[in-house]
């Protein structure tokens, strides 16, 4: 019996499928930072979350931030709309964070302060060159990847706020189904690689940042 060997062979996977298979390898929910170290802390907890929270603010409270900027670079009408809500969500994630880095007070002592902020301002510059990206598809993939891994964070932004007494504020972001869409709308498949490109590189970003926390968190208890 003959077989068509097109039947046969497996189904391209869609651009919403591929920016999911990468959230499940390289998201922040996989990285050792959130998934045991910082809620297994005891008492030292209250510190990694101050922690947390001012790096969190110091790479992405900055107006405008990564998604106002890859707004400028919209390509289409879909893309615009999800940018244009999911930079007014974000405004009021980075008004909670703000609240949040308030009621933490300051930056625990640690060592080598100056150097882990100059590795965040470096992270925060490489984002914003993402998101000035002049290719058809990148600040759109990194700004989805931060909707989207935005969960993990508030995991940790969410647990601090419980700690240092503030209310917590239910996230306003786009859901994964909404963002999933945009991306599968993809006009070409240039565009496509280019918003994978956007997404991966916006994930290496927030592990390098997970784990200069963890780091961080090391070094404390050596003091």
Request: with cysteine; proline share 5%.
């Amino acid at each position: 019996m003959a077989y068509d060997m097109a039947l046969l062979a497996p189904k391209p996977r869609s651009a919403g499928e591929n920016i999911t298979a990468l959230l499940s390898a390289d998201g922040g929910k996989t990285h050792p930072y959130i998934a045991c170290h910082i809620f297994a802390r005891g008492r030292e907890a209250g510190r990694d979350l101050a922690d947390a929270v001012h790096f969190l603010a110091n790479l992405h409270g900055h107006h405008p931030g990564l998604i106002e900027l890859a707004r400028d670079r919209a390509g289409g009408d879909a893309a615009r709309a999800w940018l244009d809500a999911a930079a007014a969500a974000f405004a009021e994630e980075r008004g909670y964070l703000t609240r949040i880095v308030v009621a933490a007070g300051p930056l625990p002592s640690t060592p080598g302060q100056a150097e882990s902020e100059a590795a965040v301002t470096a992270q925060r510059h490489a984002l914003e060159m993402l998101a000035r990206s002049e290719r058809n598809g990148c600040a759109l993939g990194a700004a989805m990847g931060l909707v989207l891994d935005w969960r993990a964070a508030r995991t940790v932004i969410d647990a601090a706020a419980q700690r240092f007494g503030v209310t917590l504020t239910p996230p306003a972001l786009p859901s994964p189904r909404q963002t999933l869409a945009v991306a599968d709308a993809a006009e070409a498949p240039g565009v496509e690689r280019a918003m994978m490109f956007g997404v991966q590189q916006l994930l290496i970003q927030h592990r390098g940042l997970w784990s200069l926390l963890e780091a961080r968190a090391e070094a404390r208890l050596e003091m």
